[in-house]
């Protein structure tokens, strides 16, 4: 009999051969699976904004006379207006809103989530808690690996090629190419590890599959 968890193993494994069938090129299956995804996205995530935003949060701050969830509220509605030819101007209140606001909460995490701990990090590795010879290979690569690839954004305007001014200007040439090989090594190992989540995934999708076609041959006796 086929049971519920054996009916949503069937769906997601046709789903997941109607995205694969991409391979071939597109194609209606490919698409429609895609409209299914986008459409299912879309209204989960409206449903849940409706009960965790509205109805949890909103209703109950109004109903109690809080009027400060009021203004999310107006200006997601004017947001909405943007759709609107005529009116579109007016959505741009909330619109500049929220850029503003997103660019700030973006530009704090940069500064606070990774350019302070780099600098921790990188002052940190003066002061290697290993004084063995790797411990301290490992401090230095740290702290000319940062060095570099900072450098490597250097967009200086010395033209100078004689003196005082011509040796620093070689020397940034130096540093700026060991810099851009850093970055290379480092977006590469993040490329490989994006790759191997990937492939880490599609292996599961195979194995789901593998699973779905082997109950389904013990339930009808193949």
């Not at 086929?2 to 789903?15: A, C, H, Q, R, T």
């Not at 009021?70 to 609107?84: D, H």
């Not at 850093?182 to 880490?200: I, M």
Request: hydrophobic share 55%; aromatic share 8%.
């Amino acid at each position: 009999m086929l049971g519920p968890e054996l009916v949503g193993s069937i769906i997601g494994g046709v789903l997941t051969l109607m995205v694969l069938s991409y391979l071939l090129g597109d194609n209606p299956l490919y698409r429609a699976a895609m409209h299914l995804f986008v459409g299912l996205a879309t209204g989960y995530a409206l449903g849940f904004a409706v009960k965790e935003v509205l109805v949890d949060r909103v209703a109950p701050s109004l109903s109690a006379g809080d009027f400060s969830m009021a203004v999310p509220v107006v200006l997601g509605l004017l947001l909405t207006v943007k759709v609107l030819t005529r009116h579109s101007p007016v959505g741009g209140i909330a619109l500049a809103f929220l850029v503003g606001t997103g660019t700030a909460v973006a530009l704090g995490g940069a500064l606070i989530g990774t350019l302070i701990p780099q600098i921790e990090a990188t002052g940190a590795a003066f002061v290697p808690e290993s004084r063995d010879l790797l411990g301290v290979g490992r401090s230095a690569c740290v702290v000319v690996g940062t060095v570099c690839a900072l450098m490597a954004f250097n967009f200086t305007g010395i033209t100078a090629r004689g003196g005082l001014l011509g040796v620093w200007r070689r020397l940034l040439t130096i540093i700026a190419g060991a810099g851009r090989l850093f970055l290379v090594v480092g977006f590469g190992v993040a490329y490989a590890g994006a790759l191997v989540t990937a492939l880490t995934m599609f292996v599961g999708r195979v194995d789901a599959l593998v699973e779905m076609v082997v109950r389904i041959v013990n339930l009808f006796g193949f």
